[in-house]
């Protein structure tokens, strides 16, 4: 557990302190930071700034600091340092400037749970917005240079995320709330990258739904997904997939763009096939437009059975149209964020360094992924 | 236009500057904070509390001293009291610890713009949780005494609200999404109070729709509302009300508790009345509610004619499933509430004080009523 805000003293000038702490280090007879600092050949300043601001640090001498760090085994003060420090126990988080209609829902709920659990492990969340990726990297620099955040929850990642790479290189502690996915599309293989993340497992939630389906006797049973390459997207179409060939049944695809029309317009064309019985949409949005395409094949064409629609993110209007979805369970997904950033945050912690020496914590510990939770409702139930 | 972050200086401790800002008021002939503490009968840092921290000061001596600094007329030096202060360029908002479904969706769309405004100004937005309206006041407390905010922004306002009295009493910059409605019910006169706010017409909203549907040849047009006692609700029905008077026609209300389920029970009992032919809805929850009873209705009784339906707050699920809704333009509230903000934050600005003396602005420039905009779609067309 980290100091409260409310815990922090003002110790005055940084000078003092370093001294305090050097007097308390030769007692104990560690190596000093004026010895780090002579061997690499550096002022005590710069191997403050390692410690505790290393983005203002050059990465050759930064490189050379830690080496001379490791040698010596050089260990901070914990709390001596705790009082240094001008931590902020402020977690940044980017969010667009508009809200995001019934997708960006998810993030919304994320965003409430973030709140209650960084309160609840003494921290607050700061929001900020950036229209892309380099503009948001522009806030990361101005939100740490003014001391505002200790770090940040991503959201939103995709292959080749500049974002993480900025991150990484400036030893910013962060947690994302999405893996990083490969660029080739692979979803067997996540982008070779040690940062920590925490991620709803879709291929999971995707595949539970198409078994439920499949249990209830569907066998005609088609996916209702996004256009191929994106992460997300393509996990939920493995899981639908790997269901079907399982139970030795085709896999079909028709793709729409997210949108309640455009799922309407792809779930009618899948609906011409009249063996279809069940759409398994790969969000609430595409789902929501595939029902209103299945109750207007049920007036046209009354003579078909009833055709059930799964939808995905458990979003408040798949509740209020009685859809199924499968959802992202964001309280655990920000309680598993939380815990992710935490020791990255600690006063005593090494401030984690992912690109150039092996990691404090194993990958393992750093990579979470939440099992989604299949809510039922009406809409996948045929005889409704 | 305040400073940013980043224009930000450490000037060392407190005195210096002080002893420097005392030197230029001497040099322009003006009275002194040390004028100020000897006329007041305090000490110099009272003095200079009453102006950056009032929190700390106590009432009566914090009126001692302001009438003093209003006598001398006393100004301060807005350069060197920036470069004193320690201003985070923070606002606080508390948001529930779960999105609180199809209603809370505003107050994240909300959310989202206050963000990129506060941005714009140089502002950012800073998150905190609490169970009710005590704790909240417990984390204004803590927030402030960690200089982490120098403001807030408040939602859900209700009467005898005691956030408000506690931000009023302590002198905390802070506006309100929601205008102070008076505990007595009465929605043709707020409650006395003079803090900033930004609130939506949903009078206006309500008497547009109702007269929409009059233009479209509807007579017997009933009200779908909240229980009585809401402020919101009860103005909602007062412009559906002021509507159906004007045009001759009796107001019908049927009253349910806020959820889709709740309001299509509520519309059933509505439709008993065979010559309805409308249903205005206080929220999209209720109006969904309502559209599942009127397609019910058009299943069991053929004959009838098509029942139009209209919702409150043009939440995504409202695009969703075509229903008309009055927007609440939460950009423009947003945009409102940092206006409202800013003068209070100002380097240069007198802290506000609402209570004991008159005013630096009029209550007409604190209190901003956003028309909202009606979005017409399928579900109040019966001809569709």
Known sequence: MIGRPGDDVDEGPATRDTTREEAEMRAGKKATMADVAERAGVSRQTVSNVLNTPAKVLPDTRARVEAVIAELGYQLNSAARQLRTQRSFVVGMCVPP???????????????????????????????????????????????????????????SHPDDARVVWLDEHHVPFVSFGRPWASDGDTERPAASRHAWVDVDGRAGARDVTERLMAAGHKRIVFLGWPLGSGVGDDRYAGYAAAMDAAGLDAVVVRAT???????????????????????????????????????????????????????????????????????????????????????????????????????????????????????????????
Chains 1, 2 share one sequence.
Do not use: C
């Open 98 to 156: 508009a809200a995001g209609g019934i997708s960006g829902q998810v993030l919304d709920r994320f965003l409430h749970a973030l709140t209650a659990k960084a309160q609840e492990s003494g921290l607050r969340v700061m929001l900020f917005t950036a229209a892309d990726d380099s503009a948001q990297i522009d806030q990361y620099g101005r939100l740490l240079s003014t001391k505002s955040v200790d770090g940040f929850v991503l959201t939103d």
């Open 258 to 384: 997210e949108g309640v029309s455009e799922g309407a317009g792809a779930a009618a064309q899948a609906l011409d096939d009249p063996e279809v019985t069940a759409l398994v949409a790969v969000s609430d949005a595409l789902a929501l437009g595939a029902l209103s395409a299945a109750r207007e094949m049920a007036l046209t064409a009354p003579e078909r059975p009833q055709v059930a629609v799964t939808g995905f993110d458990n979003s408040p209007v798949a509740a209020a149209v009685d859809l199924t979805s499968v959802d992202q369970r964001t309280e655990e997904v920000a309680s598993a964020a939380i815990d992710l950033l935490l020791p990255q945050l600690a006063p005593g912690a090494q401030v984690p360094d992912r690109t150039a020496r092996p990691a404090a914590m194993h990958d393992a510990d750093r990579h979470v992924l939440i099992q989604p939770r299949l809510v039922e409702r009406a809409s996948s139930r045929t005889d409704r």
